[in-house]
């Protein structure tokens, strides 16, 4: 039975490898324009035939936007995985886009900022959440000349883990997996280099409660931990879609500053509460970029799971 269960296993693995494999085929021999057309009808199934995840969506488009109407969250629910799944495709597409064409595509603000601290030599923290197209966002720092590791979580598919990992080198990346532990964040800070991770996590232990939405929301500290104990430079970013036909791209780089002085625990919940809402204040600016099917609230599950008020 064991044998039968690991052979499953395998064989459903190796299926998500070849769809990855497929989508990435098609991401990369479609032309741009047409690509966004089919991004765009992949969302549609999603959303509108399989609905997955939908009525979480629903519901913390509502706890996020009470006071917004049915028809607003309906059309942004369903705008996000359209979003999603477009950029999904454009994120593999990445592996034959050059670093000379993202930097055409990507204006960055704030860059002149980011390199005065990186040139200070201790290292920078960029934490980020799921707005827009954080990975290409990365990438294009990368293709400006500088040295970004990228914290990420291991997918359940090792193989699909080893495919993304190369992916993402291929653009200029070093990969961190966050079960490899603080070592090797801290290691990549205290060289001087620059890491950037999704803040808009739930951990269940290494978390602080901060204001989400109005919501008392559980949010990952290591981020900011681990920034204090390299004694690094503290940045927020977006990286935005900013025309869906031309593919271009705006990332916003802004600076937290915090004083050492402070006590070290009033601190760490400080500056996850600052980059937390300026995360809020990009989501308020583009909801329809944001990723609604993550569970952000999963701490209260229970009361989703019952069906909110979606009205």
Not at 55 to 66: D, G, K, Q, R, W
Not at 102 to 107: A, I, P, S
Not at 141 to 166: C, E, H, S, W
Not at 258 to 275: F, S
Request: glycine letters at 8%; hydrophobic letters at 40%; aromatic letters at 10%.
């Amino acid at each position: 039975m064991v044998f039968v269960g690991n052979l499953k296993d395998y064989a459903t693995n190796i299926s998500e490898l070849l769809a990855l494999r497929v989508s990435a085929l098609i991401a990369r021999v479609l032309p741009a324009r047409a690509l966004t057309l089919f991004g765009s009808l992949m969302g549609w199934l999603c959303s509108s035939v399989f609905r997955i995840r939908f009525l979480e969506v629903e519901n913390h488009l509502t706890i996020a936007f009470p006071e917004k109407g049915f028809q607003w969250k309906r059309r942004i629910a369903k705008e996000s995985y359209k979003h999603l799944s477009r950029e999904a495709l454009f994120f593999l597409r990445c592996s034959k886009v050059s670093g000379q064409d993202l930097g055409k595509d990507v204006r960055v603000e704030g860059f002149d900022l980011l390199q005065k601290s990186v040139q200070q030599g201790s290292g920078v923290m960029i934490v980020s959440g799921h707005l827009g197209n954080w990975e290409i966002g990365a990438a294009a720092l990368a293709a400006k000349g500088i040295t970004i590791d990228v914290v990420v979580q291991n997918q359940r598919n090792p193989f699909v883990d080893m495919y993304l990992k190369d992916l993402r080198e291929r653009m200029g990346l070093g990969v961190i997996m966050e079960s490899e532990g603080p070592y090797p964040i801290l290691k990549s800070l205290r060289s001087g280099r620059v890491v950037a991770w999704l803040g808009d996590q739930n951990p269940a232990k290494t978390s602080v409660v901060v204001d989400f939405f109005g919501v008392s929301s559980r949010t990952a500290r290591d981020s900011v931990l681990l920034t204090l104990r390299a004694g690094s430079a503290l940045f927020f970013a977006s990286s935005i879609v900013l025309c869906e036909s031309k593919r271009k791209y705006r990332v916003d780089l802004e600076e937290i500053s915090h004083q050492e002085q402070q006590n070290p625990e009033e601190l760490v919940g400080q500056l996850t509460e600052a980059h937390t809402k300026l995360l809020e204040a990009a989501i308020r600016r583009t909801p329809d970029q944001y990723l609604w099917q993550h569970r952000r609230w999963k701490n209260r599950d229970g009361w989703l799971r019952k069906g909110a008020n979606f009205c």
